[in-house]
Nanobody, 114 residues
Framework: QVHFVESGGGLAQPGGSLRLSCASS????????MAWHRQAPNKERELVAR???????MYADSVKGRFTISRDNAKKMVYLQMNSLNPEDTAVYYC????????WGQGTQVTVSS
């Protein structure tokens, strides 16, 4: 069963911006904390941003001040606005709960390069 469909990735120049979207099909979406995770080549998957059911947010130090996570419970959507991108942000981005409670989607590739 596909729980999440991520989109919005692509090629960006250093200093550029992208906005990722995640469409969810999980039941009772609004009660779950949600998160964006990323996995760079040859690296472990890491959590970069999370948004609680209440709307509170937390960010990894590496993206703090540059990325903004948000959610729309009525549409079962999660978003990640990414600004001031740098090559270290290159990765496949996934959404899920912070603990990865559900099966992973295919993700969306973000490549930051000049």
């Amino acid at each position: 069963q596909v729980h999440f469909v991520e989109s919005g990735g692509g090629l960006a120049q250093p200093g550029g911006s992208l906005r990722l979207s995640c469409a969810s099909s999980i039941n009772y979406f609004s009660v779950y904390g949600m998160a964006w995770h990323r996995q760079a080549p040859n690296k472990e998957r890491e959590l970069v941003a999370r948004v609680a059911s209440s709307g509170g947010t937390m960010y990894a130090d590496s993206v703090k001040g540059r990325f903004t996570i948000s959610r729309d419970n009525a549409k079962k959507m999660v978003y990640l606005q990414m600004n001031s991108l740098n090559p270290e942000d290159t990765a496949v981005y996934y959404c899920n709960t912070p603990s990865g409670q559900f099966s992973w989607g295919q993700g969306t590739q973000v490549t930051v390069s000049s």
